[in-house]
């Protein structure tokens, strides 16, 4: 769960245009923005994000509440359908003007709620800590439960005698007051003290306990183990997995909810995530995508060091277009080879 709500957190918000797909700088814009990234007097933009995203995957349930000027996330909210087929949501009995609050759902089969962590894996978490407290409470009284003393006798016949001697074998044993202390009891011709066996099986549980963490990992829709397993022969592809299971899904879905939060329905307007997917890759691989791309004309030599985090160089050269002569047609291999500075000592031209 540190893992997805820290990837959404280190994300940026940004407004975009529809009408032109480009990033909006109005002043709706802006003031979204604004309030996106300092959200309230308590929490910052990133602990914002993170509290959002975790209380999503938790409780299935967030409510963001939008008050014009800041944004907070709700606790205590209850949400329901109306016979008019409206969302009522009340927070501790008062009602919230639906402007003001957002109901985001992880969906599963209900419209009306969400479905979380919590209440997926409470009876299997319920269950966990039953056999945890069971193994624990067994092997806090030495492994045993009890024992259990044999008199071979009639109950009538020698009951009053039997019955002190137990007395008196009780008596010894409750003298015992350490653990460190042992205590040899004799005994008569007749009497027989069996160790009772613990009725839990320890096996059993232990493998129960082994296996319940990975199913709970399957809740966030990513199978932990096999994310484990990646991860130890290519961390590259793991991120990536982790990106298109988990993040892209929940980037969406706080899109549209923030959107609708902040701007009119026929808005053009909308909330977006931007993160960088090559985040997820290693360097190297990200040295030879910014080659690639500086060599096929479609970057710059500075778009690939500011890839690389690197500073603009903001020179002339740096700023043209450049592409590999082995990428220009044969036909016009002689004309490329004449167009520019760079081409001929590095078999470039420059556009």
């Known amino acids: 769960m540190k893992l997805i709500s820290d990837q959404v957190a280190l994300s940026d918000f940004v407004v975009e245009d529809t009408t ?12 979204a923005l604004r309030v996106l990234n300092r959200p309230n007097d308590y929490l910052t933009g990133f602990e914002f994000k993170k509290l959002l995203t975790n209380t999503y995957l938790l409780e299935g349930d967030v409510y963001p509440f939008y008050d014009g ?77 009890a024992f259990l003393l044999k008199l071979d006798t009639h109950l009538y016949a020698a009951a009053n005698n039997n019955l002190q001697q137990v007395e008196e074998i009780l008596d010894q044993l409750e003298d015992i007051n350490t653990t460190h202390k042992t ?62 299971n988990c993040l892209k899904p929940i980037f969406k879905n706080f899109e549209e909810h923030l959107s609708q939060l902040f701007f009119p329905t026929d808005s053009n307007l909308r909330i977006r995530f931007r993160y960088n997917v090559l985040d997820y890759v290693s360097f190297k691989t990200k040295t030879d995508i910014g080659y690639n791309l500086v060599r096929t004309m479609i970057a710059t030599p500075d778009d690939a060091r500011e890839m690389l985090g690197f500073p603009r160089l903001e020179t002339p050269e740096s700023s043209k277009l450049y592409v590999s002569k082995d990428l220009v047609g044969i036909d016009k291999l002689d004309e490329a080879s004449k167009g520019g500075d760079a081409s001929g000592e590095n078999g470039a031209t420059d556009v």
């Open 183 to 244: 205590k040899m009891i004799p005994l008569g011709k007749g009497y027989d003290i069996k160790a009772l066996e613990s009725p839990i099986d320890d096996e059993k549980i232990l493998k129960y306990l082994n296996v319940y963490k990975k199913d709970l990992g399957k809740y966030f829709g990513l199978d932990a183990e096999l994310l484990e397993e990646i991860e130890k022969k290519d961390m590259e592809q793991a991120m990536m997995m982790l990106f298109t």
């Open 20 to 31: 032109t797909g480009k990033v909006s700088s109005s002043p709706q814009a802006l003031h």
């Open 69 to 145: 000027k800041q944004i907070h996330v709700l606790s205590g909210a209850v949400s329901e359908l109306t016979a008019a087929g409206t969302e009522r949501i009340t927070c501790y009995g008062s009602d919230i003007p639906p402007y003001m609050v957002r109901h985001i759902k992880n969906m599963g089969l209900n419209h009306a709620d969400g479905v979380g962590l919590l209440e997926l894996a409470r009876e299997t978490l319920e269950g966990v800590m039953n056999a945890e407290k069971a193994i624990t409470e067994k092997y806090k009284k030495g492994g045993l439960i």
